[in-house]
């Protein structure tokens, strides 16, 4: 059993209540952790126009266009920066960056 | 009953390593390695151990391998010197700071430059402060006693850090002598085996290890770093005498000799501690109450103890192998005078540096000093505090009296 | 016997005086001593001058330190008459043993008026008989071991015998010529 749940772990824990090293006991801790709180501008995704060529879902450096049954879904907010590959790789400007979140 | 034998040092703590038959070894086999290396795999070789052995390409990824061993749940070690060492600088602290208890077998030798392959304690010196812990040996039969209670002291659960055994280069690491061997089954019940609570490759519990911590995190990590090696001094001590029971031969973090009524005493390490007790004994007959303290534990540092131990000295030589270049002497005086200024305010100190690149340290050099101690208590003579010992020509020296500022 | 006695070896990188000092510290270990057996290190070339010590005591041994004052010494090689001062801080008690083809009033010239007893051996002469080959190192021992006394004879060559047959153990016919240079040197200097 791991010695201590992570989740209890803020910038207010005093050092004591720190795992042993730092180690993060648990996987895909980082889901937690919503990184789409970052973005500035935020991708669109026109499903009319998408072919489910999947060429976006590779370049996305965040794991952030989640796919089922071989199919491109919405993007994954919780997760994507904005960076704006994804936009950028589209052949049929499937996806467009808006300003803000 | 004990195994009486003839080893070098390098053969002593290859056969604590057979014996305690650890899960993996990454070393670089060539200069400036050591013999230990050799020595283990050979014994892997002849099936006498089946601990895996890695050849690497450097020094920085035997520590890196040793650390990803570690990580992984094995008990893992290393073996270098000098400039080795050197080049695992930045694996130390990594090793320390994720609290992988590995153990690193360093035999003491100077740094280049100038090129120098000799008995120096530089190399650990400057490694005082990564956050292993760190134990001396005068002699063969103490590196083979401190590497059997290394994996005891550093898996501990209050501890939890690397440990860095050693010993003096050629002085002890080459030299053969008498030494008494334990056996292997006596070995392995008093380590035991080794069950990491988490550990990488526990596929029921994922983790992570090593993660950036900003600097919200950081000092709070740091002093749980600090913490450990604090807790690591029960633990030495309460492994050093269970070590005595099973043996016959205790550790604390010091050894006292003759030092219980002395008015002189030096502190040293390693093993030129052994040649200084020859010259305790030979003053002791004369009548001049000496004594000398002899540190095996300079990380954690047992700075009360020791400042206790020497309280009743009138006054006392450090005696350091390693030169730190701030002209006062090296870091064994800067941290026994720290401690003597914070608990024992009345023991006059003087540092010396000794020894350094293997320069020969004799009987009489250290009489001389224990009679200029006493010139100093007792005739107002001045003392030439931070001299090279053995130093062709005066170089720099301060003379102290007793007038101060 | 004293206490401890002190042997210091000179030799050159390749001849075995490092070996034999430890061959030395095993058998007078062996014997129930307490013993130290090590080299000065320095750049390690075939060739180059080098030292060892010997320390054999009934007490434990504390001193780490290299031997100045040495009871007895022994040299390896008789060119390093010319270049070391090898009887520095010899005691006249003791002796000196070289390795050479001349008497030990020829070598008196090299030796700065060393009062002590001198040896000489020709070890070439007795390894090329017996083993066929120069190792100088089997014959100097045997003649310090003689001459030094830090052991019986016949524990000397019980343990030689044990420690060649185990070094030996899978060229059992070294072993004999080895011995045989052993004996021969060791009655040319008792």
């Known amino acids: 059993m791991a010695a201590t749940d992570i989740s209890r772990i803020t910038e207010k824990s005093e050092w004591q209540d720190l795992t042993v090293g730092n180690q993060i006991y648990g996987s895909g801790t980082s889901k937690a952790f919503h990184t789409g709180e970052w973005r500035t501008q935020t991708p669109v995704f026109a499903s009319d126009k998408c072919k ?50 | 009953m004990a195994i009486r034998e003839r080893l070098s040092g390098n053969e002593a703590i290859s056969y604590a390593i057979k014996q305690v038959n650890p899960d993996v070894m990454p070393a670089f086999p060539i200069t400036p390695s050591t013999e230990i290396p050799q020595y283990v795999a050979n014994y892997i070789a002849n099936g006498e151990m089946d601990t ?106 209050d501890v939890r850090l690397p440990i860095m055994i050693c010993q003096d280069g050629f002085i002890t690491s080459h030299a053969v002598e008498n030494i008494e061997l334990l056996e292997d089954d006596k070995v392995k019940g008093f380590v035991g085996e080794y069950e990491p609570e988490n550990y990488l490759l526990n596929a029921d519990q994922p983790m992570a290890l090593g993660p950036y911590a900003v600097s919200n995190y950081y000092m709070e990590t740091k002093m749980a770093q600090n913490t450990a090696m604090q ?72 700075d009360i103890e020791i400042a206790k131990a020497l309280s009743n000295c009138k006054s006392v030589a450090i005696m350091d192998r390693s030169e730190s270049f701030r002209s006062k002497g090296g870091p064994l005086g800067a941290e026994v005078k720290a401690a003597l200024y914070d608990y024992a ?48 020509g005066e170089g720099f020296t301060e003379p102290r009296t007793h007038k101060g500022l | 016997m004293k206490n401890t006695v002190e042997i210091r070896w000179h030799g050159r990188g390749g001849q075995g005086a490092k070996s034999a000092a430890l061959m030395l510290a095993d058998a007078a270990f062996m014997t129930g001593k307490h013993v130290q057996g090590f080299p000065e290190y320095g750049p390690e070339r075939m060739g180059a001058p080098i030292t060892a010590y010997n320390r054999i005591s009934e007490n434990p041994i504390r001193v780490h330190s290299n031997i100045y004052d040495p009871d007895y010494v022994v040299v390896v090689d ?24 001349k008497s030990a009033d020829e070598v008196k010239p090299y030796l700065k008026d060393y009062q002590g007893r001198v040896y000489t051996l020709d070890a070439r002469e007795i390894s090329e008989k017996c083993l066929g080959r ?47 240079a052993l004996r021969m040197a060791y009655e040319e200097v008792e």
């Open chain 2, 52 to 157: 895996d052995f890695i050849p690497v390409e450097s020094e920085h990824s035997s520590m890196s391998a040793t650390i990803g061993a570690s990580a992984a749940g094995a008990r893992a070690l290393t073996a270098t010197s000098s400039c080795g060492l050197a080049l695992m600088w930045e694996e130390l602290y990594v090793a320390a700071s994720n609290r992988l208890p590995l153990a690193l077998c360093l035999v003491n030798r100077a740094l280049s430059g100038p090129i120098n392959i000799n008995c120096d304690h530089s190399d650990s010196m400057g490694a005082r402060d990564t956050g292993f812990i760190q134990i001396y040996a005068e002699n063969n039969q103490e590196v083979y006693d401190n590497f059997i209670q290394a994996y005891r002291i550093s898996e501990h659960k």
């Open chain 2, 231 to 302: 807790n690591a001094k029960q633990v030495i001590l309460d492994v050093g005498k269970e070590f005595g029971e099973m043996s016959g031969r205790s550790y604390g973090f010091f050894e006292e000799y003759r030092l219980e009524d002395a008015d002189y005493a030096f502190v040293i390490i390693g093993s030129a501690a052994g040649t200084s007790k020859d010259a305790v004994d030979k003053l002791r007959e004369e009548g001049m109450k000496v004594g000398l303290l002899k540190l095996r534990v300079f990380r954690p540092f047992p």
């Open chain 3, 78 to 101: 008789e060119t390093l008459l010319e270049s070391v001062d090898v009887t520095a801080g010899l005691n006249p008690e003791g002796a000196i043993v070289i390795n050479t083809t």
């Open chain 1, 52 to 101: 489910q060529c999947l060429l976006c879902v590779p370049v996305c450096p965040d794991s952030s266009i989640p796919v089922v049954d071989c199919k491109r879904q919405d993007f994954d907010y919780d997760h994507c920066k904005g960076c704006g590959i994804c936009a950028r790789v589209c052949p049929f400007d499937a996806i467009s960056m808006k300003e803000g979140q």
């Open chain 2, 345 to 392: 305010k009345d023991v006059t100190a003087f540092n010396l540096i000794y020894g350094l690149g293997g320069r020969d340290f004799t009987v009489e050099e250290a009489e001389d000093i224990f009679r200029e101690l006493a010139g100093y208590a007792e005739e107002g003579k001045a003392f030439r505090e931070y001299r090279y010992v053995g130093l062709r």
């Open chain 3, 134 to 180: 120069y190792f100088p190192n089997s014959p100097m021992l045997a003649a310090i071991a003689a001459i030094s006394k830090v052991m019986t004879k016949e524990d000397f060559f019980r343990e030689m015998e044990g420690s060649y047959r185990h070094k030996f153990a899978k060229k059992p016919e070294v072993v004999e010529g080895n011995l045989a």
